[in-house]
């Protein structure tokens, strides 16, 4: 190996804060054979040869890079964009299988492509903007269309729903998803512009004001006791079974106290709904 290609491996391995750099030092290896890497991936395979690993992963960089810039218009770091596109090509290097006559890169594109996309998904909105498979495939199309088209007329939203095989609600959805934006829940001071949007500004948690609480705990005890005054102007027959029905932890059946107090069910509901009727008048008054 050549003093370059031994600095350039060394630039590319060590922490660069210099993002052109690291692009230049990636360019500057020169791409493998197909005899090379299939060597290299042989001893990876066989061999456990983390040095054979190390070169595929360093000589396939540029191209990490290379895809890495298709997404350099969802408002994320470039730099980001390749670190993930770099895990993505040490999975692919991992599988990869040097017997089956196919190159590492047409192999690469998916593990480095999938790693980007989630990276995009995570990070382009606070809240996810797609979740399930077809939901990303449906995210990155329908931008990239955006793109030329702009917003989309009802021919043009139902031939991407056709394209993509999802209904064109769908398709619409996520078209007001990528029109959206984030808001900041607590603006910077001068930002009056965003300060009505803040959710900061209407948003407020009455659970543990000191007057809510009190006003809550005083309103449950009135109702407890007001339950209780009722219960008691019940016969005890007919308190007995309500407390049993509906009280108690275990609700107890119909043909159960049925047989407690040696009647049908049918009386026993009659019991049961003259009661409740009973309480409805009462806490009403």
């Known amino acids: ?161 056709s394209d993509l095989g999802v209904s064109a609600g769908e398709v619409m959805e996520m078209e007001r998803r990528l029109g959206g934006r984030d808001v900041s829940y607590d603006p910077e001071p001068g930002e009056e512009r965003e300060s009505s949007l803040a959710p900061a500004s209407y948003i407020e948690d009455q659970r543990y004001d000191p007057g809510e609480v009190y006003e809550n705990a005083d309103l449950l005890a009135y109702q407890e006791r007001r339950l209780r005054e009722s219960l008691d102007t019940l016969d005890e027959r007919s308190r007995d079974i309500l407390a049993r029905r509906w009280l108690g932890e275990k609700k107890e059946t119909l043909e159960s106290l049925a047989k407690r107090y040696s009647v049908s069910a049918e009386r026993i509901r009659q019991l049961e709904k003259a009661a409740i009727g009973k309480l409805r008048v009462d806490l009403a008054t």
């Open 1 to 161: 190996m050549t003093k370059a290609l031994v600095q350039a491996q060394s630039t590319l391995l060590a922490p660069v804060g210099n993002l052109d750099a690291y692009i230049v030092a990636a360019n500057r290896l020169p791409v493998l054979s197909a005899e090379e890497e299939r060597a290299l991936g042989i001893r990876y395979r066989d061999h456990n040869d983390l040095d054979a690993a190390r070169t595929l992963v360093t000589h396939h960089l540029r191209f990490v890079v290379h895809v890495a810039r298709g997404y350099a218009g969802y408002g994320l770091a470039l730099a980001d964009l390749i670190q993930e596109g770099n895990v993505g090509l040490m999975k692919a290097v991992k599988r990869f299988n040097p017997d089956l006559n196919v190159r590492l890169v047409s192999f690469a594109v998916h593990w480095i492509r999938a790693e980007i996309h989630e990276f995009v998904l995570r990070n382009w909105r606070i809240v996810k903007v797609a979740t399930t498979k077809a939901q990303r495939k449906l995210f990155f199309n329908l931008r990239s269309r955006k793109k030329r088209l702009g917003w989309l007329n009802r021919e043009e939203v139902d031939a991407v729903a």
